[in-house]
């Protein structure tokens, strides 16, 4: 029986392993994959002359349950390391919907920057109720989603006259917002920073922004920046993207700048991104650990 019971357990743990820590790369490779396989095959083959050496009806019910239960834990486990997709961040604007095939679609909330920081993203899928995404795992069927909370700046721009200019993100995911995702990288003095871009069209202005953590804000600002103060570093380019004289300043605890002959403003906020994982089917895995565990424990109970 020990035969039989080990590697079915062995499966129904590895699988199970794969739904509790979702998104491990080592899911996806050959020799993973081609162990769990090789587990099933060899349950298989051991359940036959388990199944021929059965005296009981009982004995056989239990067997045919250990193994078809380790088989279909087994197949769902393999089925989502060689066919599902590798894992995915899908980094969204605030009023954004991101759909996601055999999914559904991400609804990313309308904030304002004091409360982005609990905004919560929703799944929508067809026949069922909206799910609100947080930090810990949430099995969606075949995939594991999960809320990432990332930095992003808010922005806001004034002419010299201070009219509220109008930010727009012709390569954003949003054209019109303020929110900067910060998707892009660049090293800067030996750091790798994150940055994006945005467009001012009514003062005829490209602006990069750069972001600093409060620790790398702390080495590089020279005292513009607070200590625990995250700090957004502008360049302003002319519509021919050239830079501007005194075209360079650091936004620093979301103070306003003077720069390019621009006002400028970045907050630095977190909003969530969601992590989408593929992970084997729950209802399959868990009817397998049923019918597994099932089995063994008819071979224990006492007879009566």
Same mark, same amino acid.
């Given at each position: 029986?020990?035969?039989?019971?080990?590697? *079915?357990? $062995?499966?129904? /743990? #590895?699988?199970? %392993?794969?739904? !509790?820590?979702? @998104?491990? =790369?080592?899911?996806?490779? +050959?020799?993973?994959?081609?162990?769990?396989?090789?587990?099933?095959?060899?349950?298989?083959?051991?359940?036959?002359?388990?199944?021929?050496?059965?005296?009981?009806?009982? *004995?056989? $019910?239990?067997? /045919? #349950?250990?193994? %078809?239960?380790? !088989?279909?834990? @087994?197949? =769902?486990?393999?089925?989502? +390391?060689?066919?599902?997709?590798?894992?995915?961040?899908?980094?969204?604007?605030?009023?954004?919907?991101?759909?996601?095939?055999?999914?559904?679609?991400?609804?990313?909330?309308?904030?304002?920057?004091?409360? #982005?920081?609990?905004?919560?993203?929703?799944?929508?899928?067809?026949?069922?109720?909206?799910?609100?995404?947080?930090?810990?795992?949430?099995?969606?069927?075949?995939?594991?989603?999960?809320?990432?909370?990332?930095?992003?700046?808010?922005?806001?721009?004034?002419d010299s006259r201070g009219n509220?200019?109008?930010?727009?993100?012709?390569?954003?995911?949003?054209?019109?917002?303020?929110?900067?995702?910060?998707?892009?990288?660049?090293?800067?003095?030996?750091?790798?920073?994150p940055f994006d871009s945005f467009?001012?069209?009514?003062?005829?202005?490209?602006?990069?922004?750069?972001?600093?953590?409060?620790?790398?804000?702390?080495?590089?600002?020279?005292?513009?920046?607070?200590?625990?103060?995250?700090?957004?570093?502008?360049?302003?380019?002319?519509?021919?993207?050239?830079?501007?004289?005194?075209?360079?300043?650091?936004?620093?605890?979301?103070?306003?700048?003077?720069?390019?002959?621009?006002?400028?403003?970045?907050?630095?906020?977190?909003?969530?991104?969601?992590?989408?994982?593929?992970?084997?089917?729950?209802?399959?895995?868990?009817?397998?650990?049923?019918?597994?565990?099932?089995?063994?424990?008819?071979?224990?109970a006492p007879r009566r």
């Amino acid at each position: 029986m020990i035969g039989l019971a080990a590697p *079915a357990l $062995l499966i129904v /743990v #590895a699988v199970i %392993v794969q739904i !509790a820590l979702p @998104g491990r =790369a080592v899911y996806h490779t +050959g020799w993973y994959n081609v162990g769990l396989a090789a587990l099933v095959i060899y349950a298989l083959f051991v359940s036959r002359a388990r199944f021929r050496a059965a005296r009981t009806t009982r *004995a056989r $019910l239990a067997i /045919v #349950a250990i193994v %078809v239960g380790a !088989a279909s834990a @087994g197949v =769902a486990g393999v089925t989502s +390391g060689l066919l599902g997709p590798d894992n995915e961040t899908i980094v969204g604007a605030p009023g954004q919907r991101a759909r996601v095939e055999g999914l559904g679609a991400l609804a990313f909330p309308l904030v304002s920057v004091e409360s #982005a920081g609990d905004a919560a993203v929703t799944l929508e899928r067809a026949l069922r109720a909206p799910t609100a995404i947080g930090p810990h795992p949430h099995d969606a069927g075949n995939f594991i989603l999960r809320a990432l909370p990332r930095d992003v700046a808010y922005v806001e721009a004034w002419d010299s006259r201070g009219n509220h200019l109008t930010v727009t993100q012709p390569t954003g995911a949003t054209f019109l917002s303020p929110v900067l995702l910060m998707e892009h990288r660049q090293t800067i003095a030996g750091l790798n920073l994150p940055f994006d871009s945005f467009n001012l069209p009514a003062a005829r202005r490209v602006v990069k922004a750069v972001l600093f953590t409060p620790a790398q804000a702390a080495m590089f600002s020279h005292g513009l920046a607070q200590p625990g103060e995250a700090a957004v570093l502008f360049a302003v380019d002319d519509e021919n993207d050239r830079l501007l004289p005194h075209g360079i300043a650091l936004s620093a605890g979301g103070r306003t700048v003077e720069v390019g002959g621009l006002h400028l403003r970045a907050m630095v906020t977190r909003y969530p991104a969601i992590e989408v994982a593929s992970a084997p089917n729950l209802v399959v895995t868990a009817i397998g650990a049923m019918l597994v565990l099932g089995g063994i424990a008819s071979f224990i109970a006492p007879r009566r």
